[in-house]
């Protein structure tokens, strides 16, 4: 009745998982954290090649089509362009190892 | 010269296979290792792809793997005092006997401990075990 095999409707077969509709407010901080973090990875990257003189095609094809966490709308901060789903958006965290991929730009109009 | 100083802050357990090998190809093997590479753009793009996993910065001269430990380990707390040489009278002092609740007793010849012993023994009335 208790513990690991407790009879719950998630555990007694059938797929149904408690997964949140939304991010907790707290989630939703890390999330914030972990995207300046990017952003202060990209903003060293640059400054340290500025200095030398070098350019990286990469580095500049981001600067110009990412916006960094403070440009970011709540909306794609948090959720996801999905064509299946109601209203065309879902929770960021369906999306599979999404604290360790970064995911910034969605359709437009969407 | 300057250096880039590339922590790997998250594992790459379950990304490709080709962010695994940028990582390899950087020399992080583990989470929180440290690695310095010189501020290159071939560096500076292997460091773009896994941007998600690392914490950089850029420093004047890289660190020995020994100075990046002493960097993270605490304080001990404790140090221990190194005995140096003591004065020739302090270590006959410290050659000599003690006898709990006689204190240190004066300096006596070796092998003499049985004699010793005895004489303390006379003197007190008790049993003296050296």
Do not use: C
Not at chain 2, 19 to 26: D, F, I, Q
Not at chain 2, 44 to 71: H, S
Not at chain 2, 110 to 118: C, E, L, Q, R, V
């Amino acid at each position: 009745m208790f513990g690991a095999f407790r009879m719950t409707n998630p555990l007694s077969g059938g797929l149904l998982w408690k997964i949140p509709w939304r991010l907790s407010k707290f989630q939703k901080a890390r999330q914030r954290k972990r995207l300046k973090a990017v952003d202060s990875v990209i903003a060293t990257l640059d400054t340290a090649l500025a200095k030398k003189g070098e350019t990286l095609k990469a580095l500049e094809l981001w600067k110009a089509e990412m916006p960094t966490e403070a440009e970011m709308l709540p909306k794609d901060k948090y959720t996801i362009f999905d064509r299946k789903a109601k209203r065309y958006r879902k929770g960021i965290h369906k999306v599979p190892k999404w604290t360790r991929v970064s995911q910034r730009l969605n359709p437009p109009g969407y | 010269m300057s250096w880039f100083r590339i922590t790997l802050h998250r594992s790459a357990i379950g990304l490709p296979k080709r962010t695994r090998g940028v990582l390899m190809a950087l020399g992080l093997r583990r989470r929180n290792q440290t690695v310095f590479h010189p501020v290159e753009a071939q560096f500076a793009g292997m460091i773009l792809k896994v941007k998600e996993l690392v914490l950089v910065d850029e420093v004047a001269a890289p660190l020995t793997p020994a100075e990046v430990k002493a960097e993270r380990t605490p304080d001990a707390g404790f140090y221990v005092e190194t005995r140096g040489p003591a004065p020739a009278s302090q270590v006959a002092l410290l050659a000599t006997p003690v006898v709990s609740g006689f204190g240190r007793l004066p300096p006596r010849a070796a092998g003499s401990i049985g004699d010793f012993a005895s004489e303390v023994a006379k003197a007190t009335g008790r049993k003296v075990r050296l």
